[in-house]
């Protein structure tokens, strides 16, 4: 069920930045890990960042590591990903979960958006 609504999607130029924002719909999500995975056009969805429930943990792909920043407000309970140096390759349908992670590892998804697209030109 969609319980997660995502925006900020858009289309820069590779170099450029965005910042991706994730807002519960319906409900909070105080005690859920929450993360954003991508789904590029005819590749699987890969994993992409999470962060823990209390905001102290982060975890991120090696494919953006030291470029893209999530981050989580508790009080309010939206995340963001804030994404630097985007490159072609970062183009993809971005999507924000609420779940668990198991030690830097992603572990289940109990909620999700549906998703919002980013493209980057080079």
């Known amino acids: 069920q969609v319980q997660l609504v995502e925006s900020g999607g858009g289309l820069v130029q590779a170099g450029g930045s965005l910042r991706l924002s994730c807002a519960p719909s319906?409900?909070?999500?105080?005690?859920?890990?929450m993360g954003w995975s991508r789904q590029a056009p005819g590749k699987e969805r890969e994993f992409v960042a999470a962060?823990?429930?209390?905001?102290?943990?982060?975890y991120y792909a090696d494919s953006v590591k030291g470029r893209f920043t999530i981050s989580r407000d508790n009080a309010k309970n939206p995340v963001y990903l804030q994404m630097n140096s985007l490159k072609p390759e970062d183009t993809a349908v971005y999507y924000c979960?609420?779940?668990?992670?198991?030690?830097?590892?992603?572990?289940?998804?109990?909620?999700w958006g549906q998703g919002t697209q980013v493209t980057v030109s080079s």
């Open positions: 962060i823990s429930w209390s905001g102290s943990s982060t």
């Open positions: 319906g409900r909070t999500f105080s005690a859920y890990a």
């Open positions: 979960a609420a779940g668990r992670t198991y030690g830097s590892s992603w572990a289940r998804t109990d909620y």
